[in-house]
């Protein structure tokens, strides 16, 4: 009898330690946060949706359903989505992060509807902030029931004394007053001819106040800088506010050494929550500071490429077109660039395998640009080269994005800010070969969505509307503006996120949720891949995830 006892005992205590054994298999991991009851779109080669994630130091550990993510792992902190949707981190592939924050300090004449209303903002706003120099941006005549390009008069009835710059919302026209035109020397004897600019002349050849393309530089350069303690607080106004929209990241598309070592400080003191991809702005000098510095790809801060610009804007008239303008009889724009020199710089940064990123609106832009990226890259590579907005591009040109590996970076706001008076810029045949966002991603299976902000809204709820609907937000034009070039959801989803990566070297560590990457989520009310599109406007961000911190959410503001 005691040694059946026994055997009984030894045999619970066998069963107790296999019970142990198993039990600690099956000990939840701690990890840093938990993302879960949500629609996980990962946008990974399997396009899988998942419900939870997983996340520590960073990084995503673990992608999959509910529960066996809530079984496997712990966490101090967990977020319930409520059944919203995680995306990968919306990313803004072109815009002016810098040019915004600084822009913030400024008068405010985006949706003027008249000069008269753009002067008066001015005004108001020295009232609130005097300074030295008046400046403004965001004024457009195409808003005016005139459409004709201001002079100074008003200005200087407003400001006789007092120096006055206003930029054009697309940042390539001047409209300036005769105190500032003084101090530049512009009212002195004959009026310098610009190389890429044009300084506009009354009928008797005196300076109307407008400077278009590089005659803007005639007066931008002798404009002190804001303060910088002012600068430091706008520019961090500015990320609050791209934070709040889901962006986690921005490639700022032209910034001097300088700026990029004053967004690297904030970087190392921890103030910059926002991925920058910082683009060199072109010059002998800066390049040289490139390539002396060499390659930067790291967590919070790229340095790979240089930013040209071939050609103006379309709606000052400085974009370069093959045609004359259909609206400006003998005039085909301006080309902001020497072609030798461009082709002797961009020579250099292949050397170097540095990344080259061209301002290009008109045809002719995009046709020179890409002769000389063919000259140089001799079929397809991995350089990544760009050709920025691709607004009008002849058919003969789209198969060479294609074929040297070039990158189109568009902006889908675009499309739908200048629908109402491009056609009459370009005619009706030639306005069919504009805004073919549908047409250069099929040439490359790929293209990187931005807003260029300022000159649109930061907004990526109007960028995602834009490309899918082609109408702008008030529903117009039914069907859409040239339809047939509106991306897929999905298309334009990647476009903000993945191919945003691709485009700046970070594929493998953003673009998509998957074990490995950086935990960068955008998290929506509502599936952007199944509502109306017009719909997104109407949908919600609540929260902005950075390598696994929520530096935005709803909840708390």
């Known amino acids: 009898m005691k040694r059946k006892t026994q055997k009984v005992c030894l045999g619970l205590l066998g069963m107790a330690g296999m019970l142990c054994w198993v039990g600690c298999s099956f000990q939840s991991e701690p990890v840093d946060l938990i993302v879960h009851n949500g629609v996980v779109l990962t946008l990974d080669g399997a396009n899988t949706v998942a419900q939870a994630v997983a996340v520590d130091s960073g990084r995503v550990v673990a992608v999959g359903p509910e529960r066996a993510i809530l079984n496997k792992y712990t966490a101090e902190r967990a977020v319930d989505l409520r059944g919203g949707v995680l995306t990968p981190g919306l990313m803004d592939g072109h815009a002016h992060l810098i040019g915004y924050a600084d ?29 030295e120099w008046a400046v403004g941006r965001g004024w457009d005549q195409n808003d005016w029931d005139s459409q004709a390009f201001p002079d100074r008069t008003l200005l200087d009835a407003a400001f006789p004394d007092q120096p006055v710059a206003l930029e054009r919302i697309d940042g390539h026209a001047l409209v300036v007053n005769s105190e500032a035109l003084r101090r530049a020397g512009l009212l002195r004897g004959t009026v310098p001819v610009v190389e890429g600019g044009e300084v506009m002349l009354d009928n008797s050849g005196v300076p109307t106040g407008v400077l278009i393309d590089n005659a803007c530089g005639l007066v931008s350069a002798i404009i002190p800088p804001h303060p910088e303690p002012r600068r430091l607080k706008a520019l961090m106004e500015a990320q609050s506010n791209l934070l709040a929209h889901g962006i986690i990241g921005v490639t700022d598309a032209g910034l001097s050494p300088t700026e990029i070592e004053r967004i690297d400080a904030l970087q190392k003191s921890g103030q910059l929550k926002l991925r920058v991809n910082a683009l060199v702005s072109a010059s002998d000098e800066n390049i040289a500071w490139l390539v002396g510095s060499g390659q930067r790809i790291e967590d919070m801060l790229v340095v790979n490429g240089v930013k040209f610009y071939m050609d103006g804007a379309l709606g000052s008239r400085g974009a370069l077109l093959r045609q004359p303008y259909s609206d400006r009889k003998g005039w085909f724009g301006l080309a902001t660039q020497r072609e030798t020199e461009f082709k002797r710089q961009i020579e250099t940064l292949h050397g170097h395998g540095l990344q080259v990123a061209t301002h ?13 990226y063919a000259d140089v890259l001799e079929g397809p590579n991995d350089l990544r080269w760009r050709i920025e907005h691709a607004q009008v591009v002849s058919e003969d040109d789209v198969a060479r994005f294609g074929g040297y590996s070039v990158i189109p970076s568009v902006q889908p706001t675009h499309a739908t800010s200048d629908m109402y008076w491009a056609g009459e810029r370009l005619g009706r ?35 995602f509307a834009a490309a899918v609907a082609r109408m702008d937000a008030t529903g117009y034009p039914v069907g859409g503006f040239q339809p047939e070039n509106a991306l897929t959801p999905e298309q334009a989803l990647r476009g903000m996120t993945q191919w945003v990566a691709l485009a700046q070297f970070q594929e493998n560590v953003l673009g998509t949720i998957e074990i490995g990457k950086w935990a960068d989520f955008t998290w929506m009310d509502r599936n952007w891949l199944e509502v109306d599109a017009q719909s997104v406007h109407n949908t919600r961000i609540h929260g902005t995830c950075i390598a696994g911190e929520w530096c935005y959410l709803e909840s708390e503001h």
């Open 360 to 372: 290009c609106i008109g045809d002719s832009a995009t046709a020179l640009v890409l002769d000389a």
């Open 429 to 463: 045949s030639r306005i069919r070969r504009a805004y073919a966002y549908q047409e250069l991603l099929q040439a490359l299976g790929m293209t990187a969505l931005g807003t260029d902000f300022p000159v649109e809204d930061i907004d990526p709820r109007k960028t």
């Open 103 to 131: 822009g913030l300090l400024e008068a405010n004449l985006f949706g003027t509807t008249s000069w008269e209303a753009a002067v008066e903002r001015v005004v108001q706003q020295q009232v609130q902030w005097p300074s």
